[in-house]
């Protein structure tokens, strides 16, 4: 693979921190340029960044010294200095979408961590070992913006990811038809330490604003299928959630009750499981785990602490898959929400976009 130049927007951030981390020592993409709000511009990244780095890993040494630019100002010199970018930033929704298409526009591609544009119907919202297919759809919006090079794929909302990637292999098979799903989730998720919200300190707060619609509503997307350069979401199945912020630095846990229209297997659903494989494994990701899914026979598994960090952080964790009285089974599922779930997942959707091409 070619190498690419990457910049990231909202590198000051949480989950910029860990893209710069992530790309350190990335064998395709190199970060050559670095943007925030005005508020940091100019400024060195060491500098912008002050107290604020949030990761038990240092800052990488190569970018401690570089200049962080302004994302809105400073267009024409990142258009200079990148192929393409990653965006993660804290704006209003209709702020992130004038950002992400103006980068767009001037043909800069940008892989956005952002929910402003997830429910345009020609953005793709990939995890590419659920949908890969959906970068079908870049033509169609490259032809809506006017551009030849220029789009924006995002990736999907973190709390999906500890348990979409485990019913996706069981929904065709058996038609999943009823999920009801309680997320627990890291306080990182809010772009936060325990130093900057010592109020979550033993605490539990029973509301994540917009979560439990997005929860209910991309996994449909997910599920979609590209139709005449759009991708149009599933119908089925029905989803209810609750979303739950608790004091956990990083990974959410959803416990999660499915029925479908044929009653599955317990076994066969873990066989499932167990030798599920993809696009991303297959064409050897650099960012994709080598086991997608890992399961844990033990009745107090899968543990934050232990499984978070799994491949890397970009594995899926299950156990506990039993029937259940009111549904056809139970199970819980955990995810690494910066890493799967935030720029992790998002690296790895980049390298899927790098190896179909749609980064030339
Ligand atoms: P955060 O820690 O609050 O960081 C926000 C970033 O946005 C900072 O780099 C900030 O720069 C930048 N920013 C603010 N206004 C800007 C502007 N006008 N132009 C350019 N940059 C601007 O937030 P976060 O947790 O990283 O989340 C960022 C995005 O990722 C959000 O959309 C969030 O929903 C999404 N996300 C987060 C997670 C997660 O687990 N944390 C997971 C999935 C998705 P300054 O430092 O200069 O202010």
Known sequence: ?????????????????????????HPWFHVTALAASARSAGKTYEEAIGSRWALTVPMPESMKKMPVYDAEADLDK???????????????????KALEEMYAKAEIPVMSN???????????????ELNPEH??????????????????????????????PLLSPLRELYGLNKVLVCTYQAISGAGKTFERWPEMVDNLIPYIGGEEEKSEQEPMKLWGKVVDGAIVNAE??????????????????????????????????????????????????????????????????????????????????AGRLRP????????????????RGAAGGAVEMAELMAVKGYLD
């Open 114 to 128: 952002n929910s402003a544009n997830r429910g345009v119907p020609d953005v793709p919202m990939i995890v590419p």
């Open 236 to 317: 089925r199945p029905l989803i209810t959630a609750q979303c739950l912020r608790v004091p956990v630095t990083d990974g959410h846990t959803a416990a999660v009750f499915a029925s479908f229209d044929r009653k599955p297997d317990i076994e066969e659903i873990k066989k499932i499981w167990d030798s599920y494989t993809s696009i991303a494994q297959e064409a050897q990701l650099p960012s994709a785990p080598k086991k997608f899914i890992h399961y844990f026979e033990e009745n107090d598994q899968p543990q934050i602490k232990t499984a978070r960090d799994l491949e890397g952080g970009m594995a899926i964790s």
């Open 135 to 164: 970068a079908d759809v870049i033509p169609a919006q490259r032809k809506r913006l006017g551009t030849k090079r220029g789009f924006i794929a995002v990736k999907s909302n973190c709390s999906l990811q500890c348990y979409v």
């Open 324 to 339: 259940d009285t009111q549904y056809d089974i139970k199970f819980i599922g955990m995810a690494h929400n910066t890493l």
């Open 1 to 25: 693979m070619r190498d690419f130049r990457v910049g990231i927007i909202g590198a000051t951030g949480m989950v910029g921190q860990r893209f710069a981390t992530l790309l350190e020592n």
């Open 78 to 96: 990142m258009k200079e200095l990148v192929d393409f970018v990653f965006c993660a930033v804290n704006l209003p929704k209709a702020e992130v």
